[in-house]
């Protein structure tokens, strides 16, 4: 694992209600992935830090968030733009490599990606089913009430540290 971690908290706003407590960690260049094989060995890694529930897609293009988990997404090939905390957020660019921990209730949309983008997304144990939250009032609603009760998992996904998130994050 190498590269640096970047930190970013987002404040509620435009229906999306973002984590009051916990940041989107963005971890540079995580994975060195050899040709071949890159998605198998990406879950395994997160398997081994409690993070099921695994899935190889890409990443929506319209505003929605999960509630009621945290998320991480692995990009295995290609780069991606995405919107990361609501409109009023921050577009970032990840690539092949980069992994980021999403908290419950951090919004995240895509802008614009490579042809042959590809992610792997996974969740912490007893976190499997998850849901899909749209920037809509009535979500917005119950999900405010829904993030304070998300646990935090035993391990961070891309370290294997405990506790998921460092006590103290610069920001």
Known sequence: MAGAVETFLFADGAYVPNNPTLPLLLYRQAFVFDVGDREQKAIAHLARNDWGAAWINGIYDFQHYHATAHEVLVITIGWAEVLFGGPNGRVLRVEGGDAVLIPAGVGHRRLDASADLT??????????????????????????????????????????????WPETTEM
Do not use: S
């Open 119 to 164: 992610v792997v997304g996974a969740y912490p144990r007893g976190q499997e089913n998850y849901d899909l939250k749209r920037a809509t009032r009535k979500d917005h609603a119950r999900a405010v009430k829904e993030i304070p009760n998300v646990g935090l998992p035993e391990r961070n996904p891309i370290t294997g540290a405990m506790p998921a």
